[in-house]
């Protein structure tokens, strides 16, 4: 098993321009996570999916951030425009129900 | 809602020293409880959980007892290694669910 996988690992962009982070979950797993990590707020949970459906959106921060989840196997989540203070580590976790996550190992995100 | 106090970090403690780090929580119904890790540069990994009062749950030396009383499940290991030094993660998650509420973690840092 591969795990959760992520990508890309590093995204360096400049403020204004739309990013885009991607995830593929554990085959099998019908919940997915995006969270984001920064040293002031630690782990936020921004939405989370059930089979294919976002469930709670709540910790999503603005209109500029939305997330697609257009298969069992695929994930975005979108930036646009992006600015300095999205600077941070993102997230995507699967789940097969009610069991514990599986974490990818991340997309550092700079804005400059 | 679901929210979390850890102690705050970072811990610094020398090689084969006692570990403590507390937690407590809030949460509605009957929690599930869990400790996850985050190695540098890695997502989160699941390191024990209890899913129900007076459980303990344990792994890799590491324990931690579900304590209703006081609504704690501190994470306890009797003799660290620099291996340990990482970011840990205490979550409640609702009973029946699976969306986890972290806060900003605690790190540990082992030193010989």
């Known amino acids: 098993d591969a795990g959760v996988i992520q990508s890309p690992r590093h995204e360096v962009t400049e403020m204004g321009q739309e990013v885009t982070l991607r995830c593929k979950p554990i085959s099998g797993h019908n919940s997915l996570f995006w969270y984001r990590q920064t040293m002031m707020r630690g782990l936020e949970l921004l939405i989370y999916?059930?089979?294919?459906?976002?469930?709670?959106d709540s910790g999503m921060p603005e209109d500029r951030f939305s997330a697609k989840m257009p298969n069992a196997s695929f994930s975005t989540l979108k930036i646009q425009p992006s600015e300095p203070r999205d600077s941070a580590v993102y997230f995507c976790?699967?789940?097969?129900?009610?069991?514990?996550?599986?974490f990818g190992n991340g997309t550092r995100l700079t804005v400059t | 809602g679901n929210s979390v106090t850890q102690m705050e970090g970072p811990v610094t403690l020398s090689e084969e020293a006692f570990l403590t780090i507390n937690c407590t929580y809030t949460?509605?119904?009957?929690?599930?409880l869990f400790w996850y890790v985050q190695y540098p540069g890695e997502g989160l990994q699941l390191l024990l959980k209890a899913t129900k009062a007076d459980d303990k749950g344990s792994n890799k030396g590491f324990e931690a007892t579900y304590r209703k009383e006081t609504t704690s499940f501190h994470l306890e290991k009797g003799s660290v290694q620099v291996s340990d030094s990482a970011v840990y993660f205490c979550a409640p998650v609702p009973g029946g669910g699976n969306k986890l509420t972290f806060g900003t973690g605690t790190q540990l840092k082992v030193e010989l």
């Open positions: 949460a509605t119904g009957y929690p599930s």
């Open positions: 999916f059930n089979n294919n459906v976002p469930i709670d």
């Open positions: 976790a699967s789940s097969p129900g009610n069991s514990p996550l599986h």
